[in-house]
């Protein structure tokens, strides 16, 4: 056969399948709207299936409640099976297929490891299966399955066909058309016992409110088209409003949110425009689909598709696509309001599997308090925008939507990673005075930002914060604080889609030293690989990537990802003092080059006639052990040095610090770690170069106390520990701290955490 012939071949077949799935589609719409009872009707529709796909069986199992699938129709299997067969999720293939979400296509399914046979349905004598998921808003409701006795391999087509199906059975299932909604699994958790549910904090924070549920309730009735040219053009219709309304979200997007902000909503316009998902729309309008159906079966494929991937970046992806398919839903069902409605008087924390960052804008902001999910990272849209709005996210919560009903009363702690559903009065009461004694402390911490930070004996010890969104700069006016100690180039990267060219880079770098109106910054290089992936960058996957091509290694390797940064930065302090250091230094040859890369910057600039920075310093990260041993080499060519304990602390004592087992297991204040930061400061001194110490150990009282005592004079510091720190730096005496931490290095325990909370307890120092 010749190619033409091939293709003529093709399309012939193509023709004829979508015939008979035009015509499956339109008996089975048949029996909807007839006469019959539901399980009559169920029947009926299960004979209609097996008869078009040529199966000898075809079954409908639904959830019940306690995670049980039951037989609720079968052709083929025996009616005495009927309501008796029971399987427990993951059990045999159809459990699988449930837990799974995934179809599933057998030519010997006996064969399979997850097979179990049920004697009671006669299905001994089918060899061959294939089942479906019937997955509506979210959940997996059923499963869908035909069976031959013959080996049967079952086609790509046919499994979209079933799919298809079986998402038309969904939405019949959720609306209580055919089976009663109360005889479907209810939602775990009904009891009205307390939970604490764990998680993720994705921004810290405490918000104390009444659970709502998200979840866009969308019933589509229609889904055969009588027209697909009317379907098109509702669809091209529908497209063009989101597009608008997605401009309007757009243009009302306040400048004081940040560009990061702004970028992750144009990114999602973007993918609103993406071709390729509105072709596949498309073509399933032209298998005969009214444009909504078209609209929810793309979306049940992309994500069952992406059901088990565990790149965040590409699910976050697939959740775009999902909030999007709910948004194109509603232009075309006619049912988009202005905002989600609120229950109006009340503090709601909405519970969600994910969200995409335009929905979450949907809702009225000044009743929002809070957002807890059973999906989401830190570099998610939504997280980023909850971030902007100041919103505590708890992420990663196991089955969130099961356990929480709509009106429960939730604590939501995301500062310790926990939230608190229907809590016992005990519990509200003490959250409750927590919340108050925060919103109280916060204010008064406000109040005194102009109090320098000066110890009771006249020592004044710098307080900066560390910062990674422009929303964290406004904090150090409002704090107090004196200047940037560090900021993390990478998070602004993180948040967008394509790397950021040498002149948005400057715009951006210029608006952080606009933010600090003359106090010093800190620009730290990309800190990349690792746990901090960008989405448009080579992702390597490593056994160990923090110890991996990350920071400053992936700098080497590609020089000219660095060289436009530092041109950036350069270009963004023209006429001002710039501060540049480097992340994960462990070589001072490394340094050396990096510097070197810098100057060679400068030079260029200089050459070129552009205004240069007044001053320029450059500066390393002592995070690794390693470096630390070479340090007077590298004070003999670092202008400044800034102790990076997170890091240090994880490569000496050999300890993830992302790993909650052992998060306790080894203290920054044990008199190991002390002694290193004390000859660090040693070194430093008699090289006179400056250092100051940013890991997150500067930000908590007691920690920041040790380090002042030691000889630290600058730290930087989360943006919201500056008012307690700066609280504890004017209560304390240091004289007699000095003394007291001479005799702790003496001391050979794992940690003197508690005699200097001790001391502090004795001294009077606010901790
Ligand atoms: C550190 O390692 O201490 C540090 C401040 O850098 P980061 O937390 O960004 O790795
Ligand atoms: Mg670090």
């Given at each position: ?460 010890v710098q307080l900066n914060i560390n ?18 100690g560090l ?155 800034s102790v990076g304990t997170n ?21 920054c ?8 930061l ?14 100051s110490l940013c890991g997150e150990m500067a930000g908590r009282p007691v920690d920041a106390m040790a380090l002042i005592?030691?000889?630290f004079?600058d730290l930087s510091l989360p943006?919201?520990a500056v008012?307690p720190v700066?609280?504890m ?39």
């Amino acid at each position: 056969m010749d190619g033409s012939a091939a293709r003529s071949a093709e399309g012939m077949h193509y023709r004829q399948t979508f015939l008979a799935f035009r015509q499956l589609l339109s008996r089975i719409r048949d029996v909807m709207a007839g006469a019959g009872d539901p399980e009559t009707r169920l029947g009926r529709i299960v004979g209609i299936i097996a008869e078009n796909m040529g199966a000898e069986v075809c079954s409908i199992y639904l959830r019940r409640a306690g995670e049980v699938l039951e037989l609720f129709a079968t052709r083929g299997l025996r009616q005495s099976a009927v309501h008796y067969t029971r399987l427990r999720i993951g059990e045999g293939l159809i459990g699988e297929i449930a837990a799974t979400g995934r179809p599933l296509a057998l030519a010997e399914a006996q064969h399979h490891p997850s097979f179990v046979f049920r004697p009671e349905t006669g299905e001994e004598i089918y060899q061959s299966l294939m089942g479906v998921p019937i997955i509506g808003r979210g959940r997996v409701l059923g499963v869908l399955a035909v069976q031959n006795q013959d080996r049967r391999q079952y086609s790509d087509d046919e499994i979209e066909v079933l799919q298809t199906v079986a998402m038309v059975l969904a939405e019949l299932v959720a609306s209580g058309e055919l089976v009663s909604r109360a005889e479907l699994a209810p939602t775990e958790g009904i009891a009205v016992t307390p939970l604490r549910l764990e998680g993720v904090s994705l921004n810290a924070g405490l918000a104390i409110g009444t659970a709502v549920q998200h979840r866009p309730h969308i019933t589509i009735r229609r889904i055969v088209a009588d027209d697909s040219r009317i379907e098109h053009e509702r669809l091209g219709k529908a497209v063009t409003d989101m597009h608008g309304s997605l401009d309007g979200i757009l243009s009302h997007t306040e400048p004081a949110r940040g560009h990061e902000y702004r970028d992750v909503l144009e990114t999602y316009r973007m993918i609103a425009a993406d071709v390729g998902w509105l072709r596949r729309i498309g073509d399933a309008i032209d298998s005969g689909l009214t444009a909504e159906a078209a609209v929810q079966k793309v979306a049940n494929e992309i994500r069952a598709r992406f059901h088990q991937v565990s790149d965040p970046v590409l699910r976050e992806r697939v959740h775009d696509f999902e909030d999007l398919s709910n948004r194109l839903l509603q232009h075309l069902l006619g049912s988009l309001a202005e905002n989600h409605e609120l229950p109006e008087g009340v503090d709601a924390i909405l519970i969600a599997r994910n969200m995409g960052p335009a929905e979450l804008l949907d809702y009225q902001p000044g009743r929002l308090k809070g957002l807890i999910l059973e999906e989401g990272s830190f570099t998610a849209h939504v997280a980023i925008v909850a971030r902007a709005l100041d919103l505590p996210v708890l992420g990663q919560v196991r089955r969130a939507l099961s356990r929480i009903e709509t009106g429960d009363a939730v604590i939501l702690d995301s500062q310790h990673a926990q939230a608190f559903v229907r809590p016992s009065d005990h519990i509200r009461q003490a959250f409750v005075a927590n919340l108050e004694l925060r919103n109280r402390q916060q204010a008064a911490y406000v109040a005194e930002r102009d109090k320098p930070a000066v110890t009771r004996d006249g020592v004044r010890v710098q307080l900066n914060i560390n910062a990674g969104l422009l929303v964290d700069l406004p904090h150090m006016a409002e704090f107090g604080a004196d200047g940037v100690g560090l900021y993390r180039t990478e998070v602004p990267f993180m948040a967008r889609t394509d790397l950021p060219d040498v002149e948005s880079q400057r715009l951006l770098y210029a608006r952080v030293l606009e933010y600090a109106a003359g106090k010093p910054v800190v620009f730290r290089t990309l800190d990349i690989g690792g746990d901090k992936v960008l989405q448009h960058w080579e992702h390597v996957v490593e056994e160990n990537p923090a110890m991996g091509w990350r920071a400053i290694r992936v700098g080497l390797d590609r020089p000219a990802l660095l060289r436009q940064q530092l041109r950036a930065m350069i270009r963004a302090a023209a006429g001002m003092d710039l501060r540049v250091m480097f992340p994960m230094v462990t070589d001072v040859a490394e340094f050396r080059f990096a510097r070197r890369l810098f100057d060679q910057e400068i030079h260029r600039e200089s050459r070129l006639g552009g205004p240069l920075p007044r001053t320029a310093r450059v500066g390393a990260m002592l995070e690794v052990p390693a470096l630390v041993l070479q340090l007077d080499a590298l004070l003999a060519e670092a202008d400044f040095i800034s102790v990076g304990t997170n890091d240090l602390a994880q490569f000496l004592f050999a300890s993830d610090r992302g790993s909650a087992r052992t998060a306790d297991r080894y203290d920054c204040l044990s008199p190991v770690f002390l002694d290193l930061l004390t000859d660090i400061l040693r070194r430093c001194r008699r090289a006179g170069v400056s250092v100051s110490l940013c890991g997150e150990m500067a930000g908590r009282p007691v920690d920041a106390m040790a380090l002042i005592g030691l000889g630290f004079r600058d730290l930087s510091l989360p943006p919201f520990a500056v008012g307690p720190v700066r609280t504890m730096v004017r209560s304390l005496t240091l004289g007699q701290l000095e003394a007291f931490m001479h005799d702790v290095h003496a001391t050979r325990s794992s940690s003197v955490r508690g005699k200097l909370v001790a001391f502090a307890r004795d001294h009077a120092i606010t901790i």
